[in-house]
């Protein structure tokens, strides 16, 4: 296997994800799904393989979105898809071409929907969905890929509707899955339209799951095919794929990426080599793993009230070596005049969670949710003693 | 010499093989990059891969070769579509555009299938356009999709940020929506920097592509590519002479100023012949004007506000901060800051941060002095170029001197070799007159004149030495066959001559037939054991026959030898010789002192025995031994050389100077006997003496074409150090300035004020002296171009002493300028320094 950072693995080359997926399956079997994760966490190969090798009673189809710019091209997204596999099936979307022939007073052909269809873009993917349902063989289920971003594209207002045409579409058509993933965690596009006046909870009724790391042996096993496949000489590979794995807090991007480098490098690579790599990373002037991110995403996410609370909550985090309590960190905030809110500091530690910058561990204390971006704040904010 | 098209601004126009022949660097990469296409074509996986480097920094070769490579694969030939794009496509603002240009390029690449498939469903599109675009976006997808079926779509694209720029936000959204959808892309692209479309969260392809910086080319790839260049031009002169010292040197004169750009050598390379990469000036100016729509196409690839800092960098040497930088083009702060970080990652500056201050300065110190000559300000590119040249044949030249065979020029150990061998006087008056012209141009390497000469000799009379004199002449100019019946001739004359022997070694050495060098090496030391030259080309020899066969230097069957018959003299001086040769001093004395043993009386082993201490550093004993061997042959001419220059490791100035006498007294005419004897008489305080000494020196020696100018660092350092009046040093300055300038070689005196530069870096000189020593120099140099550099060196070495390190004062300099100081600054006092 050789080491791809950011390409296209091939979902039978995918290592670590049975049991998520498996997990990913039964939940399915109930209800539909968020799978939400941080940007290159490995979220679309995931997908991409249930898609591969889904069980036979199920149907995936599997759509990236972040292309759409309106409610109509997604409709003709879905439209498309289904008419692909109903084709297989020899049927076609009765009941949607009958509405369009309708509502244009003529035959509907070709790919794209016509614009006199627009308004009636709700009517239209119900009518889809009831063809689907009425026509299908196994479980479809729709993977829609950077749900975020189509709902960014098309504005608030339009993002809103869909969202509740969707859910309204969940309920009555309990057979029907949906798999909604994204890049931009999909609470933040929600609250972006709560700011706007929606109100509803458009994703209460699907559960949230998390793609994270792996675990610590798979991504050793990860690192170890990567090194030999990329003729890798170590003086010890277990321990070389291991040193790999926990410098990068078990992530396959970032396990890709050092492999890569170190074949780039040649030689004989050590656990020196590995870490000396890693700290290139995070404080490479060309910002090439864009650790930047972190720090900026608080200030694109976290309003002017918030902003203070998120930067200091992670500062006090990055230079203890052990987790703190709420009321620990509360203690050290309120030494700063900007920091003085309980319920403030409350709901940023939240965020900051949703966010993939901490976690809670089970006895309530907190803590960075990975030791690569602890050490990439304690860094570059001059933290470091 | 052939002509071969070699592209400099569009690499994809060559064939594969000129690609193939000219690729230096970067073969590892390349067969990763196979590697990898290979496996994206015949499995799941899809590498995105992106060659980052800046402009001219052979992007599209390396893009051209992998192309060729990957086409010709059989294995891949149903699995793998290529489309390269253009490297400049113009005008792809949309998706749908971008589709239409993969179009393009395989109607290109598979004009059949093509035509047979897609050509009508693809002109048909624009109609479609005209009703719907979004329709014809769709079409377009999906005839891409069914035109490549279950085959990989390899897309070779240049330039991806220009092409992410045209397709914005919703483009680069729908591409990778359609990688995603479909997965039979996979992509091998070019930019220039690392840009915000691949490199930040914010934007759809960040993290997808994994970056290959490609590096600039270190010296001895630049000598690889210029090589190869030359080979593939059939120029084997011009092969031959890069690869010698001088021709190093000139292209490490280059290397200073190319930064490593692969465009840059490959237009330097050009119109390169010998000639004018040993004058370099000329061809020099020629490849900056060769150069000027580089860089114009370097400006046009920025913004308006980029362009405006770089000229502003261009006209102002020396790193800036960004306040000033900012005042200066009227933009604010934070503009300035935004656009210099943005051309960093593009290539075309580097900073340096002091305390919280950032300096920016321009990467490519060529594109300063380019756009100088825009300006029709040609000389300070001249002087830069003629300093660096001369710089770095000094930098060979401070090697030289730490041994004093090394000290002499190829030329001048032919010529002397030539008189050795002319033995009586010639009876023809014709005779030295034609052996004068042949010296004459020998000197300037003007072989052809000289080959006239040598065959003039041969008509007339036909000696052994005439003959050799023919073969050096042919040897020059690479007619090694003749050159060897030449020698052969000569050896048929005088079969027992040392220098003819040593004169056909020579041959079969540059023809790299190392085996039957050695031994005629071999035959020249059974003839003359005194000889050190001969010595010294048999270790050439021998090391590079062990390199050519991947052998070890042993010795092992002169050992056997010796276990046979311990008292064999000739074995044991062979083995001495052979390991002084290999620089194993210690072993070598030790069998000096075994053949010494056997033969008290053996003056040349005495002698040699002189050397090896030397090579310890025992200069006291190497005295002795060349006191004994001057003992048992008083005309020993070498030994006394030698001994004049241990006398002055020795600082035994007086004594030397006798040594050096008897030298030439002996016909030891070596230039730098004449220089040191010039050196210790100004050692001597005898500066009236030494001056003549010195004026005698360059009138001989400063006229060829590789003028022999003396070691003018360690004159101007001991003037330094030795002399604490202000207007001692004006007036002997000037002395200097005189005799320099009388043989047209004062630039040489600049470079002798740079190199002594360590001498006033002491803790133990004064701020005051220094500054002293620095106005003497202006107050006396002012009305000479030559020094300028050289004195605005000296007067920032000046300041950052007397500012206590402040390296501010370094970002001053021209980055050029900087790089050739900053090692001088924490050199470490030289010998013979006195504490002052």
Redesign the interface.
């Known amino acids: 296997m050789?080491?791809?950072?950011?390409?296209?693995?091939?979902?039978?080359?995918v290592i670590g994800r049975d049991r998520l997926i498996e997990r990913l399956w039964d939940i399915l079997e109930r209800q539909s799904l968020v799978l939400s994760a941080e940007?290159?966490m490995g979220k679309?190969c995931v997908i991409?393989k249930m898609e591969a090798e889904a069980p036979a009673d199920k149907l995936p189809i599997?759509?990236?979105?972040?292309?759409v710019?309106s409610p109509l091209?997604f409709v003709e997204v879905v439209l498309q898809d289904v008419e692909e596999y109903l084709g297989g099936l020899k049927r076609t979307a009765k009941r949607t071409r009958d509405l369009l022939r309708q509502l244009g007073g003529a035959e509907f052909r070709?790919?794209?929907l016509p614009s006199f269809a627009a308004p009636h873009w709700k009517n239209v993917l119900t009518q889809t969905i009831e063809d689907l349902v009425e026509n299908k063989e196994r479980t479809v289920i729709f993977f829609w890929?950077?749900v975020p971003?189509m709902l960014g594209?098309i504005g608030d207002e339009a993002a809103m509707e869909v969202l509740d045409t969707l859910r309204s579409l969940r309920q009555m058509h309990p057979e029907i899955r949906m798999v909604f993933t994204g890049?931009i965690g999909l609470h933040h596009a929600i609250d972006s339209l709560r700011q706007a006046g929606y109100a509803n909870a458009p994703t209460n009724d699907m559960y949230i799951e998390d793609v994270s790391p792996l675990s610590s042996t798979d991504a050793t096993e990860l690192a170890r095919q990567l090194l030999e496949g990329e003729n890798i000489s170590t003086p010890d590979l277990q321990i070389t794929s291991a040193e790999i794995a926990q410098a990068v807090d078990n992530i396959p991007?970032y396990i890709?990426?050092i492999v890569?480098q170190l074949?780039?490098r040649?030689g004989v690579v050590s656990a020196a080599t590995v870490s000396e790599i890693v700290n290139g990373f995070l404080t490479d002037p060309?910002?090439?793993w864009?650790m930047v991110?972190y720090r900026?995403?608080i200030d694109t996410y976290y309003n002017d009230e918030k902003r203070p609370y998120a930067l200091d909550l992670l500062d006090i985090l990055a230079i203890t070596n052990q987790p703190l309590s709420f009321n620990e960190l509360f203690d050290s905030l309120k030494s700063q005049p900007t920091t003085q809110d309980r319920e403030i500091a409350l709901t940023v530690i939240t965020l900051l969670q949703r966010d993939y910058y901490i976690i809670q561990e089970t006895n309530g204390k907190f803590l960075f949710r990975y030791p690569l971006i602890k050490r990439y704040w304690e860094l570059s904010r001059g933290l470091t003693v | 010499m052939t002509s071969t098209f070699i592209s400099r601004f569009t690499p994809s126009l060559m064939k594969q093989e000129t690609l193939e022949t000219i690729f230096v660097q970067r073969e590892t990469l390349a067969q990763h990059l196979v590697e990898v296409i290979s496996e994206s074509a015949l499995t799941a996986n899809k590498h995105f891969r992106l060659l980052v480097g800046m402009r001219g920094i052979g992007k599209t070769h390396l893009i051209a070769l992998i192309y060729h490579r990957v086409s010709k694969m059989e294995d891949l030939r149903d699995k793998l579509l290529i489309a390269w794009l253009a490297e400049e496509e113009w005008g792809v603002t949309s998706f749908l555009e971008f589709l239409r240009r993969i179009f393009w390029a395989l109607e290109k690449e598979y004009p059949e299938e093509y035509n047979a498939q897609l050509n009508q469903k693809v002109k048909e599109l624009e109609a479609i356009y005209q009703s719907s675009p979004d329709e014809a976006e769709h079409t377009a997808a999906a005839l891409l999709k069914d035109f490549v079926g279950k085959r990989t779509l390899l897309l070779l694209v240049e330039n991806l940020d220009d092409l992410f720029d045209g397709l914005g936000d919703i483009g680069q959204k729908q591409l990778r929506a359609y990688i995603h959808n479909y997965s039979f892309l996979t992509i091998l692209a070019t930019a220039q920097s690392l840009f915000d479309g691949v490199r930040l969260q914010d934007y759809p392809f960040y993290g997808t592509f994994n970056s290959h910086n490609l590096e600039k080319l270190k010296l001895d790839e630049a000598v690889d590519l210029l090589t190869k260049i030359a080979n593939l031009e059939g120029n084997s002169e011009l092969e031959s002479f890069i690869q010698t010292p001088t021709g190093r040197n000139r292209i490490k004169a280059v290397h200073h100023l190319a930064c490593g750009n692969h465009r840059i050598y490959v237009i330097f390379a050009e119109f390169l012949t010998r000639k004018k990469l040993d004058e370099l000036i000329e061809q020099f100016n020629r490849t900056v004007d060769e150069l000027t729509p580089y860089y114009q196409g370097r400006m046009a690839w920025l913004s308006q506000e980029e362009r405006k800092i770089v000229k502003f960098l261009c006209d102002r040497q020396g790193a800036i901060p960004i306040q000033e930088i900012a005042e200066s083009c009227l933009m604010e702060y934070k503009t300035a800051s935004s656009n210099l970080k943005d051309l960093e990652r593009k290539g075309y500056v580097i900073y340096e941060a002091i305390g919280d201050n950032y300096f920016y300065e321009l990467q490519d110190p060529l594109m300063r002095l380019c756009l100088e000559v825009k300006q029709k300000r040609t000389e300070p590119i001249c002087l830069c170029v003629d300093f660096l040249r001369k710089w770095y044949s000094r930098n060979e030249l401070e090697e030289q001197l730490k041994s004093p065979l090394n000290n002499i020029s190829e030329f001048e150990i032919v010529l002397a070799a030539l008189k050795k061998s002319e033995k009586n006087e010639p009876e023809d008056q014709r005779v030295p007159a034609l052996w004068k012209e042949y010296e004459t141009h020998i000197k300037k390497a003007d072989f052809d004149y000289a080959l006239k000469q040598g065959n003039k000799l041969l008509e007339i009379r036909g000696h052994a030495s005439d003959y050799l004199a023919v073969a050096f002449t042919k040897l020059f100019l690479g007619r090694y066959n003749e050159a060897l019946e030449c020698c052969d001739e000569a050896i048929k004359i005088e079969p027992n001559n040392s220098i003819v022997w040593w004169g056909r070694g020579k041959v079969f050495y540059e023809q790299e037939d190392y085996d039957k060098a050695l031994e005629s090496f071999d035959e020249a030391y059974n003839f003359d054991p005194r000889n050190l030259i001969i010595l010294f080309d048999w270790k050439c020899c021998y090391l590079k026959n062990k390199e050519k066969k991947g052998e070890n230097d042993d010795l092992e069957s002169l050992d056997r030898e010796i276990e046979g018959n311990p008292n064999n003299i000739e074995v044991w001086s062979t083995r001495a010789w052979r390991l002084s040769a290999l620089g194993k001093y210690k072993e070598a004395l030790e069998s000096y002192d075994k053949v010494i043993s056997l033969d008290p009386f053996d003056e040349s082993a005495w002698s040699n025995r002189g050397w090896v201490l030397c090579g310890l550093e025992r200069y006291d004993d190497a005295l002795a031994s060349y006191n004994k061997a001057l003992e048992l042959d008083l005309n020993y001419g070498w030994a006394w050389c030698q001994k004049g220059w241990v006398l002055e490791r020795l600082e035994k100035w007086n004594k030397a100077l006798e040594a050096y006498d008897k030298a030439i007294e002996l016909d030891e005419k070596y230039s730098w006997i004449f220089f040191h004897r010039a050196q210790a008489l100004l050692m001597l305080n005898h500066w009236d003496e030494g001056s003549v000494a010195l004026d005698d020196a360059l009138e001989r020696f400063a006229h060829s074409s590789e003028p022999n100018t003396g070691d003018t660092a360690g004159i101007i350092r001991n003037l330094f150090n030795d002399i604490h009046h202000t207007q001692m040093w004006r007036s002997r300055i000037s002395t200097l300035i005189e005799i320099y300038n009388k043989h047209q070689v004062v630039a040489e005196l600049g470079q002798g004020i740079v190199r002594s530069i360590p001498a006033l870096m002491s803790e133990m000189v004064s701020d005051k002296a220094a500054q002293t020593w620095l106005e003497v120099w202006q107050e006396l140099t002012s009305e000479y171009k030559e020094f300028q550099i050289p004195l605005r060196l000296l007067n920032t070495a000046v300041k950052y002493r007397v500012k206590k390190g402040d390296r501010r004062v370094l970002l001053e300099l021209a980055i050029e300028e900087r790089q050739l100081l900053e090692p001088l600054l924490g050199a470490i006092e030289p010998i013979n320094m006195k504490v002052k």
Do not use: C, I, M, W
Not at chain 1, 2 to 13: D, F, L, M, T
Not at chain 1, 62 to 67: C, R
């Open positions: 050789r080491a791809n950072p950011g390409g296209q693995v091939a979902p039978s080359e940007r290159r679309t991409k599997y759509h990236d979105l972040e292309k710019r091209e070709g790919f794209k890929d950077e971003y594209n890049s991007f890709h990426h890569s074949k780039s040649g060309l910002n090439r864009d991110h900026r995403r």
